[in-house]
């Protein structure tokens, strides 16, 4: 999955780092779209000598590379290098740095969507001991959002139910939903199985989880049973696909980023919990 890099590590504790030469810095749009290398064969990322002027923001380490944001989300040109979304990078790319790309695009939606207090509407600052955006008027203080979601593997004897979403990714998927205020995990479980497939589950079972900056998400994997006969009744608004896939037949997803592909895989092998 995207974030297993061991022996590398990535440390997003806030530290008041001072930028050096060898820092990295990273470039964003005003749409979230990212400034990284044409080449095709690995991420190249820009540098604390492109941001030269410009205002940094310390956001996490890898090892011991240091990424910085550049704070503004003026266009930067620079020969060799091209603006592309989350997505796209996660279409074109593999290996550690695609997780710090997620992280850093996951910080820059934050800072982003949080300029102005939502107390008193006074300029936020950035806290001088924690990572958080505090009012300096009324003390409001504003935490990185982590929305928490679901990953469902729901299965019935040897078949496990896949679905492909009505929009955006376009290939094979599990049934996935965010926690609503009040609810617990295994809840959330199976109200979405239900919700998106008519289907009834029992014996919920948690497998893993997995941070997801594209989506300011931290998903959390389980697997759980049919109950009953699994007769599906498709939510055509959510889904276009959804459909009991015996183990041999599953499809997976072209690379193994993701949670979910993860999860298919291991059902695909016999090696589900």
Known sequence: MIQDIYPSRLDCSYKAYEVKDEDTALFF??????????????????????????????????????????????????EGFQYLTVREIRDSYSGMEIFAVFTAYHLWKWYTDNSFCGKCGKSLMHDEKERAMRCPDCG???????????????????????TK????????????GFTEIGETLEETVAREVMEETGVRVKNIRYYKSQPWGIAQDILVGFYCDADGDGEIHMDETELKYAEWVKREDVILQPNNLSLTNEMMRMFKEGREV
């Open 165 to 176: 979403y009505r929009r955006g990714y376009a290939h094979n998927a599990l049934v996935a």
């Open 29 to 78: 749009d005003t749409e979230g779209r990212m400034l990284i290398g044409e080449d095709k064969d690995s991420v190249t990322l820009t540098t604390v000598k492109d941001a030269a002027g410009k205002e940094l923001q310390y956001l996490f380490s890898l090892d011991e590379r240091k990424f910085f944001l550049v704070k503004d989300n003026e266009i930067f040109e620079k």
């Open 140 to 162: 409001t203080a504003i935490y990185p959002r982590i929305n928490p979601a679901v990953i469902v593997g729901v299965t019935k004897g040897d078949s496990i139910l896949l």
